[in-house]
């Protein structure tokens, strides 16, 4: 989720809707996974007063947030932009304080967490995006118990001392707190928010752990801390390697009359990006005959930015005031002192002008990163060039070999740019090449992988069987009696829209045949679905076991079974029947399906609003008229069962059934986290997918889990071969 989605819109010649892709960094770092997890982007799609039905775009889904004009002027350009980035950013501008646009700012992320409550799976992993957005974690998860929520940060997190006077400072701090995992740019950062976090709730904190007690009284842990993020820098080199940006780029200094030395500065117009610091000491260098407009000359790119808020009104007059009083004082016909441009350009010609620019200025007053400094150094193949990079910019942290700047010391700036322009081509290759290590080694896409991994316990992220779990493996092989239980959908299957159209995969499918014969092992499905519908899918013949409607039909043989239910429980199904019946009715594409013990709600095909309003409505009505039923969250389908039962239960009951002396269990769904605290430390829990676990070990989908299956049958069979088990072939 961010603010802004990935694509543009435009409207077609015969008047329809387009949408283009824009190539940001985040797209590009996320795409593949995203696609690979059926993954959806939540976000206002940069048209006002505009609703746009969700679509999918290059095989991801992308859900347009709707807002109004009188939205877009007091959460966005207000609250966000006029509040938060100044307060944020150090206060270089004076932070409005407006209680409407506050109230906007909540109106719209409850929005937002709305939209993403509704097309997130069950256990679903969400990672919101940036300042915008900052309630949504809390606001997602009253909504949403069941996602792992996580938060990054873009810009700074300022001091407590400047944070405190935000007058909804406890509210926006309880709003990330609602994550599980915060992300910040730099260690300053995370320090900033764990000290404003103490400060405000005298939480405990110990290193990046908070302790955190949520609203309904319970205890959680809380992560905040650093990943500096990157960019492609692989694709930013490979653009710069292309023939024709390296001839662009020889143009671009044959237009500018061959100078000794171009400078180029590429910002935002924002005042956070210290423009006018930088023309300062660059004029003072050409005043005082340190420099000449023979020799130099400053390239700088200052893109358009949130030109309706009035501080960046107030700047643009400010630089060009600055710009054109030193063409004036000092630009010859031949020779500019700065060639100024307010427009933004496509991405080929900013790697021209960075393989162009002899010294790169970044003299930001105070950044979060700074991509600018990152993509300059990615594109610089030849190992040239030098970076002036100001302290203040999150990128320093890394970029230690840049010429390392304070932006508010005019006289060190001016030392910073002589000793840029004079440094010798042996220092420039040689820190440039450590620049480039750094930058390359840490990119963007190992950026998203650190975060998610720490999010999601991360080997989701990766293929393959972990080594430890192969071991693992070994050592529960050799235990005498083993019950394999699994979970079908997600786990042996890969997920389907249809369920009578899962099909395990075939691997899965050879090991679980191989293990049914193996003496001394058992094996159980155990699944959300009804027992018939199980059966659709495995044979109770074959000598599978099976626990379906989470334990609520439980079948230990190949004869049928029926589930009676007592009068009581009839009665409340009845109940059940008439709520869902009144809720759902006159709601078109909502219906409800019956179930062994109860009824399920369907909302797949409402409109999501009309969806989550629905199920709000009939949880709540089911709460309160029949308490204590169980009720299951899953995508766009709410589960209600008057009896209750977990996997965690009917695992306990295949445990004593099977008389199994370890026990493997195999999972992807938050259900299952019931059976794996079923588990022993004898027995292994392996958690499929991303999503907090209580599993031991986790690989990334049904076709890892047939390796670790055939694995498992390996190692048994050939325990039984060597007399290791003794289990009943062995007697
Ligand atoms: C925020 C934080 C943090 C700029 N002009 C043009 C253009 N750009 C591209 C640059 C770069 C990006 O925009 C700017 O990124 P920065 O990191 O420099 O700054 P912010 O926009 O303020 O970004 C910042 C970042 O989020 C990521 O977390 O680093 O601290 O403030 O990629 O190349 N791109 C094109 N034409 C332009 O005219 N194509």
């Keep these: 989720m961010s603010n802004r989605l990935p694509v543009d819109h435009f409207v077609n010649d015969d008047g329809t809707d387009g949408w283009s892709t824009s190539p940001g960094g985040l797209v590009t770092a996320l795409e593949p996974l995203m696609r690979a997890s059926d993954g959806a982007w939540v976000g206002w799609p940069g048209v006002a007063d505009k609703e746009f039905e969700p679509f999918e775009n290059d095989g991801i889904s992308i859900v347009p947030v709707t807002l ?23 206060v270089i501008s004076p932070p409005a304080f407006h209680r409407e646009w506050w109230e906007a700012y909540v109106r719209v992320n409850r929005r937002f967490a709305e939209a993403a409550a509704a097309v997130a799976a069950t256990g679903a992993t969400v990672w919101v995006h940036d300042y915008q957005l900052q309630l949504v974690p809390r606001m997602l998860r009253s909504l949403r118990p069941d996602v792992v929520i996580g938060f990054f940060n873009h810009i700074p997190f300022p001091p407590y001392g400047i944070y405190s006077q935000l007058p909804w400072r406890k509210q926006i701090l309880d709003g990330l707190l609602g994550a599980d995992l915060i992300g910040f740019q730099r260690i300053a950062d995370a320090g900033n928010f764990t000290r404003a976090v ?135 016909i031949s020779n500019s002192a700065i060639s100024y441009y307010h427009r933004g350009y496509p991405r080929e010609e900013m790697a021209a002008l960075y393989l162009a620019a002899d010294v790169m200025l970044v003299t930001a007053l105070r950044d979060g990163m700074n991509l600018v400094a990152k993509e300059y150094v990615a594109a610089r193949f030849d190992a040239d060039g030098v970076l002036v ?194 809720i759902s009715g006159p709601v078109a594409g909502t219906w409800i399906e019956k179930k062994p013990a109860g009824l399920a709600l369907h909302t797949r095909q409402a409109t999501p609003e009309d969806g989550i309003g629905v199920q709000r409505e009939a949880k709540a009505q089911v709460e309160e008229l029949l308490p204590g039923l169980t009720i299951r969250d899953g995508k766009n389908v709410l589960e209600f069962s008057v009896r209750a039962s977990t996997k965690g239960d009917a695992l306990a009951q295949l445990r004593e059934h099977t008389g199994a002396d370890a026990v493997f269990y195999a999972g992807d769904d938050v259900t299952d986290e019931d059976a794996f605290a079923e588990l022993g430390p004898d027995d292994l829990g392996l958690k499929i997918g991303p999503g907090a676990s209580g599993a031991r070990f986790r690989v990334r989908g049904p076709e890892e889990v047939a390796q670790v299956l055939a694995l498992l049958a390996d190692f048994r069979a050939s325990a039984d071969a060597h007399g290791e088990a003794n289990g009943p072939s062995a007697e």
């Design 68 to 90: 109004s004009s009188a939205e877009l002027e007091e959460y966005y350009e207000g609250f966000s932009n006029d509040t938060l980035w100044p307060l944020y950013h150090d």
């Design 389 to 582: 990079l100001s302290e203040f910019a999150g990128a320093s942290d890394e970029l230690k070999q840049a010429i390392l700047i304070n932006p508010h010391d005019i006289e060190g700036v001016k030392n910073a740019i002589m000793q840029a322009v004079e440094m010798p081509k042996r220092e420039r290759s040689r820190r440039m090449r450590a620049l480039r290590k750094r930058v390359f080694d840490n990119d963007v896409a190992t950026w998203s992988a650190s975060f998610l991994e720490t999010l999601t316990g991360g080997a989701a992220v990766q293929g393959g069987v972990p080594e430890n779990l192969v071991s693992a493996l070994r050592e529960l092989s050799a235990n005498e009696t083993l019950l394999v239980a699994l979970d079908f959908d997600g786990t042996l299957a890969p997920h389907v829209d249809e369920p009578d159209d899962a099909r395990a995969v075939e691997g899965a499918q050879d090991a679980v045949k191989r293990l049914l014969e193996l003496p001394g092992v058992r094996v159980a499905l155990v699944s959300g679905r009804a027992l018939v519908s199980l059966r659709q899918v495995a044979d109770p013949a074959d000598g599978v076991l099976l626990a379906g409607s989470h334990g609520i039909e439980v079948q230990l043989d190949d004869s049928g079974l029926e589930i009676d239910l007592d009068s009581a429980e009839l009665e409340q199904l009845e109940t059940l029947a008439r709520v869902l019946e009144r």
């Design 198 to 332: 103490r400060r405000l709730f005298g939480y405990a904190t110990r290193g990046a752990a908070i302790d955190v007690v949520d609203p309904d009284g319970r205890p959680r842990r809380v992560i905040a801390k650093q990943f500096p993020i990157s960019i492609d820098a692989a694709s930013f080199e490979n653009l710069a390697r292309r023939p024709d940006i390296q001839e662009r780029a020889k143009q671009i200094r044959e237009d500018l009359g061959n100078p000794k030395t171009i400078m180029l500065g590429v910002d935002r117009l924002d005042y956070t990006k210290g423009i006018g610091h930088r023309i300062k000491a660059y004029g003072e260098l050409l005043r005082e005959g340190r420099l000449s407009v023979e020799d130099v000359t400053l390239v700088q790119v200052a893109s358009p930015s949130r030109e309706r808020v009035g501080a960046y009104m107030a700047l643009r007059d400010e630089i060009e005031l600055a710009v054109g009083r030193l063409n004036g004082d000092y630009s010859t």
